[in-house]
């Protein structure tokens, strides 16, 4: 089952046909797993883990961790790592098994009463590409190709999320449907997601939002899935957040140097009324605990 809000348009926005078409992908909720495989892990007094893995239909598959609290489980969320250069960690994160403690926030979802799926992005963890021995020249390489046919490596991270999405969907949902939330590259893909997939229903965004032109006056060297060609000329990430519809908590540490302030607030402004609650910390590009404290509220009812 999926939820709409009340009032929610049946036509397609203009400013998500827009991005759909930058990105050169169909309406989402068409990318559905081909074959899924689910391993149980094991469980412990609060949860069961299990390893959910998606095939999808550009032939690639999507190692996921799933924690489902025991008992009828009060919502479900996709929660998606960070970058930071550590191509070895993926979907751990979150999942409190490896990497930062404090970006365990799909673990304390879990605790606190979601079902919560963690995937790995293309390139981490499971799905390095082990082109090189350098992971960030393979990513760049592999960006690069798909700029060349057409495509872009965000695409192929909207596509992924949204195939986990679909699994989501028909598996045991709630009524009220998925949430998403993502710190840092995390953020970034949620964004995305959130924008141009209905079937979510909220979302967090930790450390992941900004501007191409606030990234190119500071010469920021941000991940190759930021660059979708044409983004900038079509307005920028705050045609991104005109997208988007569904309530979205904002986190941003002011002194974050990957995220400049004004390119922050140059989204934030973009947003339509009453969707975007904004939390401005003093810091830099961290998720404080009353930061994954608020993110649990937003997506987990009481």
Same mark, same amino acid.
């Given at each position: 089952?999926?939820a709409? !809000?009340?009032?929610a348009a049946?036509?397609?926005?203009?400013?998500?046909?827009?991005?759909?078409e930058?990105l050169? $992908?169909?309406?989402?909720d068409? !990318?559905?797993p081909?074959?899924v495989?689910?391993?149980?892990?094991?469980?412990?007094? +609060?949860?069961e883990?299990?390893?959910?893995?998606l095939?999808?239909?550009d032939?690639? &598959?999507?190692?996921?961790?799933?924690l *489902?609290?025991?008992?009828?489980h009060?919502? #479900?969320?996709?929660?998606?790592h960070?970058h930071?250069? #550590?191509?070895a960690?993926?979907k751990?994160?979150?999942a409190g098994?490896?990497?930062d403690?404090?970006?365990?926030?799909?673990? *304390?979802?879990a605790?606190?009463?979601a079902?919560?799926?963690?995937? #790995?992005?293309?390139g981490?963890e499971e799905?390095?590409?082990a082109w090189?021995?350098?992971p960030?020249?393979?990513?760049?390489?592999d960006?690069?190709?798909?700029?060349?046919?057409?495509?872009?490596l965000?695409?192929?991270?909207?596509? #992924?999320?949204a195939t986990? &999405?679909?699994?989501?969907?028909?598996?045991?949902?709630?009524?009220?449907?998925?949430?998403?939330?993502?710190?840092?590259?995390g953020?970034?893909v949620?964004?995305?997601?959130l924008?141009l997939d209905s079937r @979510? *229903?909220?979302?967090?965004?930790s450390?992941? $939002?900004g501007? @191409?032109a606030?990234?190119?006056?500071?010469?920021?060297? =941000?991940n190759?899935?930021?660059?979708?060609?044409?983004?900038?000329?079509a307005?920028d990430?705050? @045609?991104?957040a005109?997208?988007?519809?569904r309530?979205l908590?904002?986190?941003s540490?002011?002194?974050d140097? $990957?995220?400049p @302030?004004?390119?922050?607030? =140059?989204v934030?402004?973009?947003f339509r009324?009453?969707?975007?609650t904004?939390? !401005?910390?003093p810091?830099?590009? *961290?998720?404080?605990p =009353?930061?994954?404290?608020? +993110?649990v509220r937003? !997506?987990v009812?009481?």
């Amino acid at each position: 089952m999926t939820a709409r !809000l009340p009032g929610a348009a049946s036509r397609v926005d203009p400013a998500r046909a827009r991005v759909l078409e930058l990105l050169g $992908l169909p309406s989402l909720d068409s !990318l559905r797993p081909t074959a899924v495989r689910v391993e149980p892990l094991g469980s412990d007094e +609060a949860v069961e883990s299990s390893r959910v893995e998606l095939d999808t239909a550009d032939g690639d &598959t999507i190692p996921c961790l799933l924690l *489902t609290p025991h008992g009828r489980h009060r919502a #479900d969320v996709i929660a998606v790592h960070q970058h930071a250069g #550590d191509f070895a960690v993926g979907k751990r994160e979150p999942a409190g098994r490896a990497g930062d403690p404090s970006l365990a926030y799909g673990a *304390t979802l879990a605790a606190a009463g979601a079902r919560v799926i963690m995937p #790995d992005l293309l390139g981490f963890e499971e799905r390095r590409r082990a082109w090189t021995d350098e992971p960030a020249a393979d990513e760049r390489l592999d960006a690069l190709f798909r700029v060349a046919n057409g495509s872009s490596l965000q695409a192929k991270h909207t596509s #992924d999320i949204a195939t986990v &999405t679909s699994w989501m969907t028909e598996t045991n949902p709630t009524e009220a449907g998925p949430g998403i939330i993502g710190h840092s590259l995390g953020g970034q893909v949620a964004l995305f997601a959130l924008a141009l997939d209905s079937r @979510l *229903t909220s979302g967090v965004v930790s450390c992941g $939002l900004g501007t @191409l032109a606030s990234f190119e006056a500071a010469r920021i060297r =941000h991940n190759p899935a930021w660059f979708v060609p044409g983004l900038t000329a079509a307005g920028d990430v705050a @045609l991104i957040a005109a997208a988007v519809d569904r309530p979205l908590l904002v986190a941003s540490g002011t002194d974050d140097a $990957l995220f400049p @302030l004004d390119g922050v607030h =140059h989204v934030l402004d973009a947003f339509r009324p009453d969707v975007v609650t904004a939390e !401005l910390f003093p810091g830099g590009h *961290t998720m404080p605990p =009353h930061v994954t404290a608020a +993110a649990v509220r937003h !997506l987990v009812p009481a």
